[in-house]
């Protein structure tokens, strides 16, 4: 059974940065058997997909957050991070991170920002951002 949990949130001004951490257990980022990624949602607005890296490092990003943001994954310790910089009040949401198996036809280097493809997902750590 996979668990993560979300940590880092807070409340910044806009112009300044946070790092989102999401501890996972019950996987190895080293097996290279899992893509992750994170996900936001605003109060009324749809959960968006911002990030996601590949089995093998891959990333990919909204167009949204591209530049601002960096996805990382520390197989030292099975920690995924979301580096945010240059944050804008736009930015305020809940943040989630999501966990998926890859399939035996799915390549190390696909990821995916698509909700539906998850099926493990943490709790959310919420961030906000003041102008």
């Known amino acids: 059974q996979v668990y993560l949990a979300e940590s880092g949130g807070g409340s910044v001004q806009a112009g300044g940065s946070l790092r989102l951490a999401c501890r996972a257990s019950g996987l190895t980022y080293r097996d290279r058997e899992y893509y992750m990624a994170w996900f936001r949602q605003a109060p009324g607005k749809e959960r968006e997909g911002i990030a996601c890296?590949?089995?093998?490092?891959?990333?990919n990003y909204a167009d949204s957050v591209q530049g601002r943001f960096t996805i990382h994954q520390d197989n030292a310790d099975d920690t995924l991070y979301l580096q945010l910089d240059r944050l804008k009040p736009e930015d305020t949401a809940m943040y989630y991170c999501?966990?998926?198996?890859?399939?035996?036809?799915?390549?190390?280097?696909?990821?995916?920002?698509?909700?539906?493809?998850?099926?493990?997902w943490g709790q959310g750590t919420q961030v906000t951002v003041s102008s």
């Open positions: 890296i590949a089995a093998d490092g891959t990333t």
């Open positions: 999501a966990a998926q198996r890859r399939s035996p036809v799915t390549s190390v280097w696909f990821c995916s920002r698509a909700s539906s493809r998850f099926q493990t």
